[in-house]
């Protein structure tokens, strides 16, 4: 069997975003799954557009989310270069290569004469097609000036691995250009030569470049080379299934969600079921179970909707398949100042509490905060509360008091989850309250927090001594 060889080609022209990284995944599993190859390789031909550190980012976006590649820029490999500014010799060969066999020629016309073209198309009400004004005896090809395609124009039926066939007439194809006068190929050439080249299987890219795919189909044949399998990806749209995913929708830059306390796997999960699923009800998955299940015909033809309310449920649930020691690891920069001096002990008795409350890890100074600080009393956070905002100041200072006194008769020893859930049943019983109520205003009373975990545990986790000054401190604000 052939190796099955994939690659991500990105452009460093901006940051990676959510559309791209999903392009790397799929290519990724389609390797993984099968032991072939991954490479990434860098289309840095639009020197204009070109982004400093874009390179970087790229790098590290795909080495958070978990994504390794087997040839590529900085690992090097039998088919590189990996950068295409330093494969331009190489293009410039090929290049030769086609205008030798009679299908490439020297554009000689300008800019003007160009757009004169066009508004004659224009003016006739037909499509502008460069290849009706192809020049008669174009000039001998010396660099300077862009190398242009001579297609052969035909009806084209294939398969994609995605959309499955499709099909297009002639009028789909036209005489694009190679190389630009400043040397540099343009996608449409050199990423044919390098997936050749590099003996890629498998192209994988988005649905934007399937009205180009004739023109590729058309220069595979002149180039005499065996396609690869092609699979279009449907867009990332925004939430409102209107438009394609943009900046001002939320596509920013993937490393922002780990600083976010986002998971990797979480993302990667979040990513891969952006338009597949494996035809289960499953919504969570591992890397390694992605990479087990993965096809390409699972893909939707569709686009798919970016629901960063998914991303959000998906990375509480990875976070909740973590185990305590690799979760400690994951969240030693997101702990509050205030725990700067607690004891690994103590964080870890803390986090071991929050750990399924946590929807991201930047959540944890707002949940675990009041276990290393003192909280200050704000009874105006009563006005969140339907069942605490009836009481009167005089009720929840009784209730506090009784509550205070019926936790008071356990001692230290004692101060554990069983037992302080034994006291709360009792208080229950002779208050007459119920849990919603009472539970709350004694977690309000020592957290002054919104949420917090199990009432008992988080009344052990605090101690005796500390839980017993707090709900005075909070009886007695509330005559402040």
Same mark, same amino acid.
């Given at each position: 069997?052939?190796?099955?060889?994939?690659?991500?080609?990105?452009?460093?022209?901006?940051?990676?975003?959510?559309?791209?990284?999903?392009?790397?995944?799929?290519?990724?599993?389609?390797?993984?799954?099968?032991?072939?190859?991954?490479?990434?390789?860098?289309?840095?031909?639009?020197?204009?557009?070109?982004?400093?550190?874009?390179?970087?980012?790229?790098?590290?976006?795909?080495?958070?989310?978990?994504?390794?590649?087997?040839?590529?820029?900085?690992?090097?490999? !039998?088919?590189?270069?990996?950068?295409?500014?330093?494969?331009?010799? &190489?293009?410039?060969?090929?290049?030769?290569?086609?205008?030798?066999?009679?299908?490439?020629?020297?554009?000689?016309?300008?800019?003007?004469?160009?757009?004169?073209?066009?508004?004659?198309?224009?003016?006739?009400?037909?499509?502008?097609?460069?290849?009706?004004?192809?020049?008669?005896?174009?000039?001998?090809?010396?660099?300077?000036?862009?190398?242009?395609?001579?297609?052969?124009?035909?009806?084209?039926?294939?398969?994609?691995?995605?959309?499955?066939?499709?099909?297009?007439?002639?009028?789909?194809?036209?005489?694009?250009?190679?190389?630009?006068?400043?040397?540099?190929? !343009?996608?449409? =050439?050199?990423?044919?030569?390098?997936?050749?080249?590099?003996?890629?299987?498998?192209?994988?890219?988005?649905?934007?470049?399937?009205?180009?795919?004739?023109?590729?189909?058309?220069?595979?044949?002149?180039?005499?080379?065996?396609?690869?399998?092609?699979? !279009?990806?449907?867009?990332?749209?925004?939430?409102?299934?209107?438009?394609?995913?943009?900046?001002?929708?939320?596509?920013?830059?993937?490393?922002?969600?780990?600083?976010?306390?986002?998971?990797?796997?979480?993302?990667?999960? =979040?990513?891969?079921?952006?338009?597949?699923?494996?035809?289960?009800?499953?919504?969570?998955?591992?890397?390694?179970?992605? &990479?087990?299940?993965?096809?390409?015909?699972?893909?939707?033809?569709?686009?798919?909707?970016?629901?960063?309310?998914?991303?959000?449920?998906?990375?509480?649930?990875?976070?909740?398949?973590?185990?305590?020691?690799?979760?400690?690891?994951?969240?030693?920069?997101?702990?509050?100042?205030?725990?700067?001096?607690?004891?690994?002990?103590?964080?870890?008795?803390?986090?071991?509490?929050?750990?399924?409350?946590?929807?991201?890890?930047?959540?944890?100074?707002?949940?675990?905060?009041?276990?290393?600080?003192?909280?200050?009393?704000?009874?105006?956070?009563?006005?969140?509360?339907?069942?605490?905002?009836?009481?009167?100041?005089?009720? &929840?200072?009784?209730?506090?008091?009784?509550?205070?006194?019926?936790?008071?008769?356990? !001692?230290?020893?004692?101060?554990?989850?069983?037992?302080?859930?034994?006291?709360?049943?009792?208080?229950?019983?002779?208050?007459?309250?119920?849990?919603?109520?009472?539970?709350?205003?004694?977690?309000?009373?020592?957290?002054?927090?919104?949420?917090?975990?199990?009432?008992?545990?988080?009344?052990?986790?605090?101690?005796?001594?500390?839980?017993?000054?707090?709900?005075?401190?909070?009886?007695?604000?509330?005559?402040?």
């Amino acid at each position: 069997m052939t190796e099955i060889r994939t690659r991500f080609a990105p452009s460093p022209t901006g940051l990676l975003h959510v559309g791209g990284v999903r392009t790397a995944l799929f290519a990724w599993l389609i390797a993984q799954q099968s032991n072939g190859t991954f490479i990434l390789r860098i289309e840095d031909t639009d020197k204009a557009r070109e982004v400093v550190g874009a390179i970087s980012q790229i790098e590290a976006s795909l080495r958070w989310l978990g994504i390794d590649w087997q040839e590529g820029i900085d690992k090097g490999g !039998t088919h590189g270069p990996y950068l295409q500014s330093d494969r331009l010799d &190489i293009y410039q060969e090929w290049a030769k290569r086609l205008v030798a066999s009679g299908r490439a020629y020297a554009d000689p016309y300008t800019k003007a004469e160009l757009d004169g073209f066009r508004e004659e198309a224009k003016a006739a009400k037909r499509p502008f097609l460069y290849r009706d004004h192809r020049p008669k005896n174009p000039p001998e090809w010396d660099g300077t000036q862009p190398l242009r395609f001579k297609s052969e124009p035909k009806a084209y039926t294939w398969k994609d691995a995605v959309m499955g066939e499709l099909h297009t007439g002639p009028e789909a194809i036209d005489d694009f250009i190679l190389m630009k006068s400043d040397g540099y190929p !343009t996608y449409n =050439f050199c990423h044919i030569i390098d997936d050749m080249l590099m003996e890629v299987t498998h192209v994988l890219r988005s649905q934007e470049f399937i009205s180009s795919t004739p023109k590729f189909l058309n220069l595979y044949e002149a180039l005499e080379i065996e396609r690869p399998t092609l699979a !279009t990806l449907p867009f990332v749209m925004a939430i409102d299934g209107k438009k394609k995913l943009s900046k001002r929708d939320g596509a920013k830059d993937i490393l922002v969600y780990g600083d976010e306390g986002y998971l990797p796997e979480a993302m990667m999960n =979040f990513l891969a079921t952006l338009g597949w699923n494996d035809g289960t009800e499953q919504e969570v998955f591992t890397p390694a179970e992605l &990479i087990e299940k993965f096809s390409l015909d699972r893909i939707q033809k569709s686009p798919a909707r970016f629901d960063e309310k998914r991303l959000l449920w998906l990375n509480g649930q990875h976070i909740r398949l973590l185990g305590l020691d690799d979760l400690m690891t994951r969240v030693e920069r997101f702990w509050p100042a205030s725990a700067a001096h607690a004891s690994a002990d103590k964080k870890r008795e803390v986090l071991a509490l929050v750990q399924d409350r946590l929807k991201t890890l930047a959540d944890l100074p707002l949940l675990s905060s009041y276990f290393f600080e003192e909280p200050t009393p704000d009874w105006n956070i009563l006005q969140d509360n339907k069942q605490l905002k009836k009481l009167a100041t005089s009720e &929840i200072r009784a209730l506090l008091t009784q509550s205070a006194e019926a936790l008071e008769q356990l !001692t230290d020893d004692d101060f554990h989850p069983e037992t302080i859930q034994a006291a709360l049943n009792t208080l229950l019983e002779s208050t007459g309250q119920k849990p919603g109520v009472l539970f709350s205003l004694i977690r309000l009373s020592v957290s002054w927090a919104p949420f917090s975990p199990a009432l008992p545990d988080t009344l052990a986790a605090l101690g005796r001594s500390t839980v017993l000054a707090r709900i005075q401190r909070s009886i007695n604000a509330t005559t402040a």
